[in-house]
């Protein structure tokens, strides 16, 4: 069995989780969801970063100390990805014992490589992002990310070589053309490394939250080359190891990541793995930003929709299905009340849940909800199957390349096709008369077949739905991608049950 090791990044925990966030996290959960369906041995991995200044100072506005803050605010993150059935096989806190293992360990590995110095740091500081620019990185002097005046940073500091590296990455990038996907993400960060790199600084001097220069304890590690390492942490390094994890699954094979933080997991943490002798990642996979009606969904900028919020409304499998369907994976995208309404209502009701329930009410009806065995097959069920072995292949290719939300167009052309099936067999005609009755079981028993086939293609992005199909037509088996064999067997009970996704009210 292929193994499968895939990451999220991991935010700060100061503040509130919101749909933005949310995407991310889903994304990489259905992807972990249809690569288990794929057969292979899948690992997932989220965390939060703990050990920012942004924390520091967040838990001093509330009067609090910054471990009990973040204990806090951890709560409310994991609370959030559990309302979205986001399943992680592992969780790293960056405060966490373990990490602080794996990061002494890292550090001294790059430490012993020559690649760390003391010298003196002077340069623009973001607090928001917690990142160094260079004058021509700001715009009219301001964050390029946050759109915030900096501050003038002058300190002495450790600072770790990247400048030795340039020429290591600019022949990864060559050897490995999908290293950094999409390709424009790719190109942004070629550019940047074209323009020359510079050493970074990878300490802060005088602060008491943060974990500790082995070598220097009046310096704590700076935030992003700690954050990074929790890729690590999560399976094992700096630990004896006795499950084999980090033998198992690095290196990742995919770091999912938004776009403003492209340039820490694309050229500082290659390089920082190198420095230390350790295996790449095979894969930076980034995506774009989810707005608000157009306007930035953060704590600061005053627009925070809680996936809770969504989730109570409408249900986990609608805000996964909608953020999925409706934001292309590498574009930005706009989240709307009315876009989600619609989405349930017209693909998720309409579409889906209309499909399950009169297939299973109709077999209730006219076969007392036993599945009938099915005659011989005309032009129209060779149709079907080809519409369902098309969906197969053209999801798979989409899901492969985090295309989600052509994956789900594909689906739906199949649950269109099944719908129209319907439509043009007109069971409700052939139960009129005894001659139409072997035409009807034929009918019923293919529109039924397609059921738990569908289940298992929507199954990354709304399993809730999938379990549900699953129980209203009584499906046993283990769920397989592109699955040949049916997982209905002819004179077995077909339960059925309510909506799946009942109307709302408006």
């Known amino acids: 069995m292929s193994r499968y090791y895939l990451t999220t990044s991991i935010p700060y925990s100061s503040g509130e989780p919101h749909v933005g966030h949310s995407f991310e996290m889903i994304a990489g959960d259905a992807m972990a969801r249809y690569q288990r369906l794929r057969g292979r041995d899948v690992y997932f991995l989220g965390g939060l970063d703990e050990n920012s200044q942004r924390v520091s100072q967040a838990a001093s506005a509330a009067g609090r100390e910054p471990q009990a803050y973040a204990d806090q605010i951890a709560t409310r993150f994991q609370a959030a990805w559990d309302c979205v059935d986001v399943v992680f096989d592992d969780f790293v806190r960056t405060t966490e014992p373990r990490h602080l293992d794996a990061v002494r360990a890292f550090y001294q590995r790059a430490f012993e490589n020559g690649d760390i110095y003391k010298g003196r740091y002077e340069g623009w500081y973001c607090g928001r992002c917690e990142a160094f620019y260079g004058v021509d990185e700001l715009a009219d002097e301001r964050c390029p990310v946050h759109n915030a005046r900096p501050e003038w940073v002058a300190e002495d500091n450790y600072f770790f070589a990247l400048s030795r590296y340039e020429e290591r990455l600019l022949e990864l990038y060559e050897q490995r053309p999908d290293f950094v996907a999409p390709v424009s993400r790719r190109n942004e960060m070629l550019g940047f490394l074209r323009q020359g790199l510079t050493d970074f600084s990878i300490s802060r001097a005088g602060k008491r939250w943060g974990i500790p220069l082995p070598n220097d304890p009046d310096h704590v590690i700076y935030v992003w080359f700690d954050a990074l390492i929790n890729y690590i942490t999560g399976v094992g390094f700096g630990q004896p190891d006795p499950g ?10 995919a770091h999912v990541v938004g776009k403003d933080i492209v340039r820490f997991h694309a050229v500082y943490w290659p390089a920082m793995l190198m420095a230390a002798g350790l295996e790449l990642p095979r894969q930076i996979v980034v995506h774009g930003w989810v707005s608000f009606a157009g306007q930035e969904l953060s704590q600061s900028g005053g ?3 809680r996936p809770a919020e969504v989730v109570e409304r409408f249900g986990a499998d609608a805000l996964r299905y909608f953020l999925l ?28 849940g209309n499909l399950v329930l009169r297939s299973t009410s109709m077999l209730g009806r006219y ?5 009938p065995e099915p005659g011989e097959p005309t032009v129209l069920e060779s149709e079907l199957r080809a519409a369902e072995q098309t969906a197969w292949e053209r999801a798979a290719h989409h899901f492969d390349a985090w295309r989600f939300h052509l994956a789900l167009a594909a689906i739906w052309q199949y649950v269109t096709a099944a719908n129209q099936y319907i439509d043009r067999t007109e069971p409700w005609k052939l139960a009129r008369g005894g001659a139409g009755r072997g035409r ?17 293609m929507v199954r990354p992005v709304t399993p809730r739905a999938a379990d549900a199909i699953e129980a209203h037509v009584g499906a046993a088996q283990a769920a397989v991608w592109g699955a040949e064999a049916s997982a209905l067997t002819p004179g077995q009970r077909v339960p059925g049950g309510p909506p799946i996704f009942p109307r709302l009210d408006a």
């Open 440 to 456: 009807l079981a034929t009918v019923l028993a293919s529109v039924l077949d397609t059921l738990p086939r569908i289940a298992t």
């Open 325 to 352: 369907r409706e934001v292309a994976f590498e574009r930005d995208g706009d989240f709307t009340w009315e876009g989600v309404a619609r989405r349930y209502r017209d693909d998720l009701g309409n579409d889906l």
């Open 367 to 371: 076969f007392g909800g036993v599945l």
């Open 244 to 253: 084999g994890l980090f033998a198992r699954y690095w290196p990742a094979d």
């Open 303 to 305: 627009h925070v929709v």
